[in-house]
């Protein structure tokens, strides 16, 4: 990965409590083995989880200073962790999020940032690099590769372009979701099972997605979303 900008220097003595979120145990583990298994890195993994769910329970039940989130996770994804997570973000000694994600697409940056993290970094970040982001992100800084930082500074600085699109802001956070499953070919049971609804409930999305969007059946969902880069 590119050079973040982060200094792999840390206050002796100091402990960073992390919570590790990724759906697949061997790069959990990996990561572990790299960043959590030395005492002189001064990071503790205190914590793991493989979806959304687990990853609420966790990190409500350990409260850390960083969370190592994956944006593609069962369940609703990064953002959805952090949408249920709001309220930690914001407490007295708050929970940080930075975002370690094979992904480096605009949305995908732009989505958890929107949602809340303070940083986001690829999975081809060294081990001495992931230290120091995540003891820059513990502090309250934000950690990024140059070229993410650009999805970013594009996305909330831009002057040329509306800042929201008013369409996809009719939407609600579970709307959005569906939208964009359903956009990606998946069947309604498909859907319920990612994000823990029934399926009447995902029937009941989907219509309210037509009606809001004013589109008459899911293939023009889908162009409308592909059109929009959601997918």
Same mark, same amino acid.
């Given at each position: ?36 298994? @030395?005492?002189?890195?001064? %990071?503790?993994? *205190?914590?793991?989880? =493989? !979806?959304? $769910?687990?990853?609420? +329970?966790?990190?409500? /039940? ?63 970040? @060294?081990?001495?690099?992931? %230290?120091?982001? *995540?003891?820059?992100? =513990? !502090?309250? $800084?934000?950690?990024? +590769?140059?070229?993410? /930082? ?82």
């Amino acid at each position: 990965m590119t050079d973040t900008g982060t200094s792999t220097e840390t206050t002796p003595g100091r402990q960073v409590r992390v919570v590790l979120v990724d759906d697949h145990r061997m790069f959990r583990t990996g990561v572990q083995a790299e960043i959590g298994d @030395t005492p002189s890195t001064g %990071v503790d993994v *205190v914590g793991e989880a =493989a !979806d959304v $769910d687990q990853a609420v +329970s966790v990190v409500s /039940a350990t409260r850390p200073d960083v969370v190592l989130l994956d944006v593609h996770l069962p369940g609703g994804g990064g953002v959805e962790v952090l949408r249920r997570c709001s309220s930690l973000m914001t407490d007295e000694r708050p929970v940080r999020f930075l975002a370690l994600s094979v992904s480096d697409a605009a949305e995908d940056v732009i989505g958890v940032i929107r949602g809340g993290a303070r940083g986001y970094v690829t999975k081809t970040i @060294t081990g001495p690099d992931l %230290v120091a982001a *995540v003891f820059r992100v =513990a !502090d309250g $800084d934000a950690v990024f +590769s140059p070229r993410l /930082a650009g999805f970013v500074l594009d996305a909330f600085a831009a002057t040329d372009t509306p800042p929201v699109d008013e369409d996809l802001d009719r939407l609600t956070q579970r709307e959005r979701e569906v939208l964009r499953l359903i956009a990606r070919g998946y069947a309604y049971k498909e859907i319920a099972r990612q994000l823990f609804i029934s399926v009447k409930t995902v029937e009941s999305h989907v219509s309210a997605v037509l009606r809001k969007l004013q589109l008459s059946n899911r293939h023009e969902l889908t162009r409308w979303a592909t059109a929009r880069r959601l997918v």
